[in-house]
């Protein structure tokens, strides 16, 4: 198709990410903010955003002109063909997805929006947003279109150029499909679906994600009790096609932008309806279990209690790969830790700054200085490349606590430590003695 006229509101990671791909798949674009400071950053092509790719397609559209940032969205959508709606739905009272935002900027635009221009939800909405949205626009003349996004942090720009599927939904059939082609040159899989199955989607696929996680971490917490390695059944899994790999690795819980606020919408939105969803309560309440038994684990380390114990952190936003704290299971876990009166310094490669209840430095050498046990909670590649010797030379302790199974075990057993996973068998990993 022709290039569109789009104006995506919002310059979160979803926004931000949308809007520079359109651009570069040709589109023109406006990006829209309330952020005046934001704005001026983004206009002079700063990202603040630690995603790889988007602050170099940030560049090329602006230096192409295709891609321009402005301040109050009501003025931007006057001439637009499509309006991207990609603002927070938090977590709100109860659990609930809290769709303030969303509906600000349609009172902001109901009025002016263009006859024929398609209002897109992009952001994660429960069932029944499009019939709402609708409704608040007492115009039959602007179809409202239901288009997921299934970004991930830290690969967002490749899993927007490279998706498994695009999903377009709407009541208005045709809008759907029109939607659906500013995508053509991705050459993906689209799904045309009604609103409310376009909604549901996404939730459904997160929910499942989160499900599998907890699903893991509970076959990690047997192969501790049984013997087994969590790393063989997790291979002798993934090898099965109805199974795959990803989503295999255990952990100390689940957490960041969406999984936490996803799986509580999706538990409200089928109590409304009369569903005991129990199959995701339950995993909800796994990943709360999990997180309480890395804590349990790290006690152990260091002689059962955390009173008084000096613990090193390496890691601290959700994952790797992103500078996102939002609800990441690191801070969840070292929260803990402090209200148990254990002394934290925490090293971060993205997060600098300081934080609550711990000393955040910039060198991750200085996490182990004295500290009698040192705790990996986020799977940064550079930790595997730490002079582990050297850790063991400032630590007081000799317990290194790898939530994530990350490290070489026998490196840091050669280093003179211990080493402690989750689901991996102790026995075999035992430090090496010298013989005299």
């Known amino acids: 198709m022709s290039a569109a006229r789009i104006v995506v509101v919002g310059t979160g990671y979803?926004?931000?990410?949308?809007?520079?791909?359109?651009?570069?798949l040709g589109h023109r674009v406006t990006c829209v903010d309330v952020d005046r400071a934001k704005v001026a950053r983004l206009s002079a092509g700063r990202v603040d955003i630690l995603e790889p790719g988007?602050?170099?397609?940030?560049?090329?559209?602006?230096?192409?002109?295709?891609?321009?940032f402005v301040v109050g969205?009501?003025?931007?959508?006057?001439?637009?063909?499509?309006?991207?709606?990609?603002?927070?739905?938090?977590?709100?009272?109860?659990?609930?997805?809290?769709?303030?935002?969303?509906?600000?900027?349609?009172?902001?635009?109901?009025?002016?929006?263009?006859?024929?221009?398609?209002?897109?939800?992009?952001?994660?909405?429960?069932?029944?947003?499009?019939?709402?949205?609708?409704?608040?626009?007492?115009?039959t003349d602007v179809p409202v279109v239901s288009n997921p996004e299934f970004l991930r942090e830290g690969t967002a720009v490749?899993?927007?150029?490279?998706?498994?599927?695009?999903?377009?939904?709407?009541?208005?059939?045709?809008?759907?499909?029109?939607?659906?082609?500013?995508?053509a040159d991705l050459a993906a899989p689209v799904v045309v679906a009604d609103a409310a199955s376009a909604e549901l989607v996404k939730y459904a696929a997160n929910c499942f994600l989160a499900m599998k996680l907890s699903y893991v971490n509970s076959i990690a917490e047997l192969c501790e009790r049984l013997g087994a390695d969590i790393d063989l059944v997790t291979e002798g899994m993934g090898y099965d096609r109805r199974i795959g790999r990803s989503f295999l690795k255990p952990g100390p819980g689940w957490g960041g932008s969406c999984l936490p606020k996803d799986t509580s919408a999706l538990v409200?939105?089928?109590?409304?309806?009369?569903?005991?969803?129990?199959?995701?309560?339950?995993?909800?309440?796994?990943?709360?279990?999990?997180?309480?038994?890395?804590v349990a684990k790290i006690a152990g380390a260091v002689g059962g209690t955390l009173a008084g114990s000096r613990i090193g952190v390496l890691g601290l936003a959700f994952k790797a790969g992103t500078n996102d704290l939002r609800d990441s299971p690191a801070l969840a876990v070292a929260s803990?830790?402090?209200?148990?009166?254990?002394?934290?310094?925490?090293?971060?490669?993205?997060?600098?700054?300081?934080?609550?209840?711990?000393?955040?430095?910039?060198?991750?050498?200085?996490?182990?200085?004295?500290?009698?046990?040192?705790?990996?909670?986020?799977?940064?590649?550079?930790?595997?490349r730490l002079d582990w010797a050297y850790m063991a030379e400032q630590m007081d302790g000799d317990s290194v606590v790898d939530t994530r199974n990350l490290l070489e075990p026998q490196r840091i057993l050669d280093a003179g430590l211990s080493w402690q996973g989750v689901g991996r068998p102790r026995a075999a990993l035992r430090r090496k003695v010298a013989v005299s």
């Not at 809007?19 to 570069?24: E, R």
């Not at 997060?351 to 990996?376: F, R, S």
């Open 14 to 24: 979803v926004g931000l990410t949308t809007g520079a791909c359109l651009a570069g």
């Open 54 to 68: 988007l602050s170099e397609l940030v560049a090329r559209g602006l230096t192409s002109g295709r891609l321009n």
């Open 73 to 139: 969205a009501r003025d931007a959508v006057r001439d637009a063909e499509a309006v991207f709606l990609c603002v927070p739905t938090p977590m709100g009272a109860g659990g609930s997805a809290d769709l303030w935002a969303v509906e600000a900027v349609t009172n902001e635009i109901g009025d002016v929006i263009p006859a024929g221009c398609a209002l897109i939800t992009k952001s994660t909405v429960p069932v029944g947003t499009s019939k709402r949205i609708q409704a608040m626009l007492g115009r």
């Open 158 to 183: 490749e899993d927007f150029l490279g998706p498994d599927r695009i999903v377009v939904g709407s009541d208005d059939v045709a809008a759907a499909r029109w939607v659906g082609d500013l995508y």
């Open 268 to 294: 409200r939105v089928a109590e409304s309806v009369q569903y005991d969803f129990t199959l995701l309560t339950s995993a909800i309440e796994e990943n709360i279990a999990q997180r309480d038994r890395i």
């Open 336 to 384: 803990v830790l402090g209200a148990l009166g254990a002394e934290l310094t925490a090293y971060d490669p993205a997060v600098g700054g300081q934080l609550a209840g711990m000393t955040v430095v910039d060198d991750p050498y200085q996490v182990a200085k004295a500290a009698d046990a040192v705790v990996v909670l986020t799977e940064w590649d550079e930790f595997k």
